[in-house]
């Protein structure tokens, strides 16, 4: 749990702090990363194998999130030549 | 107790390649640490009894997802380190205190648990160990199958519209 909760806190904090929006991403892979540690733990513990199923969900949810967040960078950069999140402003009104 | 040392060990190469993959300045050794990040918590799966699951780690996560990033990382090739523009209203120090708020959070609730005695004890096993991939499946395809199609769902549409995004022009 603790490792698990560590984990999450790094996660936290690169997307507070960095401004490379693609290690803003990985970060959240991090994130997701403890929460399915946090699943397994409890899995083994409670001798149960729902968690793993949950985790396998998180799984497949993050492949996608990462599919599409990419594909997101990649049209943005081709318009703005750049993947720093501060110049990232085309929605602001 | 060699089970214990070992779960330690991985904890902590967990959290030490996790730092490294946040604080590194070069993207490509960023990501290079991801899959090393990726392998131990694999193992650290198989430590805790969920062999299907570290495979499946192994397979998508430092198989699959790393090599999309390492993708998006070359195509973006950058003329200037997106670290070097500095803009006058970023908030770097409300990050900060966004983070140490989260951490006293987890902080509490770690603490709060370890002082009240948690209900939940460790049931017995009611389920007959057969192979950790069989049980995974079997409750997957039965008790979980409503989910499991939208989750292939959800992965079609990303599919899709990852190939519309990318896409130069329609």
Excluded: C
């Excluded at chain 1, 996660?11 to 693609?22: A, D, L, S, Y």
């Excluded at chain 2, 995974?136 to 499991?148: A, K, R």
């Amino acid at each position: 749990m603790i490792l698990s909760a560590a984990l999450f806190m790094i996660g936290v904090i690169g997307v507070m702090v960095r401004r490379n929006i693609i290690i803003i991403f990985m970060s959240i892979e991090l994130i997701l990363n403890a929460v399915n540690i946090n699943l397994v733990a409890f899995s083994s513990q409670l001798q149960h194998v729902v968690g793993q199923v949950f985790a396998v969900f998180v799984i497949a949810v993050a492949a996608a999130e990462a599919a599409v967040g990419l594909g997101i960078i990649l049209a943005f950069y081709r318009n703005k030549e750049t993947v720093n999140i501060d110049e990232m402003n085309l929605m602001r009104w | 107790m060699g089970q214990a040392i070992a779960f330690y060990t991985i904890s902590a190469f967990v959290l030490f390649f996790a730092v490294l993959v946040v604080s590194t300045k070069d993207t490509v050794h960023s990501v290079l640490f991801l899959v090393v990040d990726f392998l131990f918590v694999a193992a650290l799966y198989v430590l805790l009894g969920a062999e299907f699951l570290a495979a499946i780690q192994v397979l998508v996560y430092a198989g699959g997802i790393v090599v999309l990033y390492l993708f998006v990382v070359m195509l973006v090739n950058l003329k200037r380190p997106p670290e070097a523009y500095e803009d006058p209203h970023r908030r770097t120090k409300l990050g900060y205190a966004l983070s140490a708020a989260v951490l006293v959070e987890l902080g509490a609730i770690v603490g709060y648990g370890y002082l009240t005695p948690s209900p939940i004890r460790p049931a017995p096993a009611a389920l007959p160990v057969s192979g950790n991939t069989e049980e995974v499946g079997w409750l997957l395809y039965t008790s979980y199958l409503i989910p499991f199609e939208i989750a292939s769902i959800l992965l079609l549409v990303a599919m899709i519209g990852a190939i519309v995004l990318a896409k130069r022009e329609l």
